[in-house]
């Protein structure tokens, strides 16, 4: 089943604009995994958020956590055309077993 | 080297075939994973092996089959496959949580397949 739930299901900005997608979880978490997934390849790690952290930054990257609504949100800042792709927030399995849950997904598309 | 390989990158096969995908890492990660991704849908997990065991298996038809020869190799044999099988199939690895670990995944590029 899935844990993560991410909106909007499809975003579509100019470029330099800022993107923000969101993502809700059910269950209690060790962190949360954002990531990013070009059109037919692989998952590319793009930032994680321990559940006792509020806020991360990574580049053009900000992550926010809010355990006691069980959301996290995943902001771009000065999207580039390169930054088109779907993104993903990841959480662990139930039980504390090795293993991704991944939400829906995001589609994001940046407008040249 | 801090990649993920997997091979082949694509592959169609028959109804009756049988094929393995192979997956490769030298990251001295302990924990390896296949997800099986189709098309607009994020990636669904399928097998889980920690130190070289197989720890989880979401209830996986037996047509296909999870093999963890040594820690830095990953196969997935395939037989019998039907149409819908056809997929994205994307190998990962990790530090087992049981480390303390908190980096993330480490994905392949994926072996697309086609059942015809």
């Known amino acids: 089943s899935q844990q993560g739930e991410e909106d909007p299901q499809a975003l579509s900005i100019q470029e330099g604009e800022n993107a923000t997608m969101n993502c809700s979880y059910k269950?209690?978490?060790?962190?949360l995994q954002w990531y990013r997934q070009n059109s037919g390849r692989g998952l590319v790690h793009l930032i994680l958020?321990?559940?006792?952290?509020r806020e991360k930054h990574s580049g053009r990257l900000r992550v926010t956590l809010d355990t006691s609504k069980k959301s996290s949100s995943l902001l771009i800042t000065a999207s580039r055309a390169a930054d088109t792709a779907s993104y993903f927030c990841a959480t662990g399995l139930r039980g504390g077993a090795d293993g991704l849950t991944f939400g829906k997904g995001t589609h994001l598309i940046i407008q040249p | 080297d801090t990649e993920v390989t997997q091979t082949p990158k694509h592959l169609v096969m028959g109804m009756t075939n049988k094929k393995s995908l192979k997956c490769e890492q030298h990251m001295g990660h302990r924990a390896m994973y296949w997800y099986k991704q189709k098309a607009k849908k994020p990636p669904e997990l399928m097998f889980v092996y920690s130190y070289e065991k197989l720890s989880i298996n979401e209830s996986v038809p037996s047509r296909f089959s999870p093999e963890c020869p040594n820690s830095s190799l990953l196969n997935l044999h395939l037989h019998a496959l039907q149409p819908e099988d056809s997929a994205l199939y994307l190998c990962?690895?990790?530090?087992?949580?049981?480390?303390?670990?908190?980096?993330?995944?480490?994905f392949g590029s994926g072996t697309r397949l086609t059942v015809v």
């Open positions: 958020i321990r559940s006792n952290e």
């Open positions: 990962a690895s990790s530090q087992p949580r049981q480390t303390g670990s908190n980096y993330g995944y480490t």
């Open positions: 269950t209690s978490i060790n962190n």
